[in-house]
């Protein structure tokens, strides 16, 4: 589904409106939240792309990611999507940071949660080849080919979190 998000500049300001599909294809900036979900053994729930994605094809990323709509704050896109995707409420969530990812296919900025999720995650397998519940020590030693570009920037940014 083709959605109307915010077109930024570099500082997070809105500069126009435009569909999800234009701002990929013409590579504009847009806001995106990256997901990192921990369970209750601190645990992060690593998912692989699926060979049919378009970008990042079988290689591991954020465990859940969205786009933010031109209407909502990064916090609405969390909670709207938490309870459309996944069905879940009141859970409790870690803002990490917000960064500005300059690909040469895709720009954007992105705000990093960590969530606490104790519930059973069902993901589509059309998007995802695998997903499992991994451990941070194990996940930072993973060779960096293993990763999209903007998942390795979230890994270091929950450094933190893992080593406190």
């Not at 591991?60 to 909670?79: G, K, N, P, Q, R």
């Not at 009141?90 to 500005?100: A, D, G, L, M, S």
């Not at 451990?135 to 940014?157: A, K, N, V, W």
């Amino acid at each position: 589904m083709d959605e109307l998000i915010d077109i930024v500049n570099k500082k997070d300001e809105v500069i126009s409106k435009n569909l999800k599909t234009v701002a990929h294809s013409d590579i504009l900036i847009h806001r995106t939240v990256h997901w990192v979900v921990v369970n209750k053994d601190n645990q992060i729930f690593l998912v692989k792309r699926s060979l049919n994605r378009e970008k990042g094809a079988w290689l591991f990323d954020a465990s859940i990611w969205w786009h933010v709509l031109s209407w909502e704050t990064y916090m609405e896109a969390i909670i709207r999507e938490g309870e459309e995707e996944l069905g879940i409420k009141n859970w409790k969530y870690i803002f990490v940071c917000k960064y500005f990812s300059d690909h040469p296919r895709m720009k954007h900025i992105c705000s990093v949660f960590i969530i606490n999720f104790l519930w059973n995650i069902k993901l589509d397998p059309r998007e995802f080849d695998s997903w499992e519940w991994i451990d941070y020590r194990d996940i930072i030693s993973f060779p960096s080919e293993c990763f999209t570009p903007d998942y390795l920037i979230t890994l270091d940014s929950i450094r933190n979190f893992f080593n406190s």
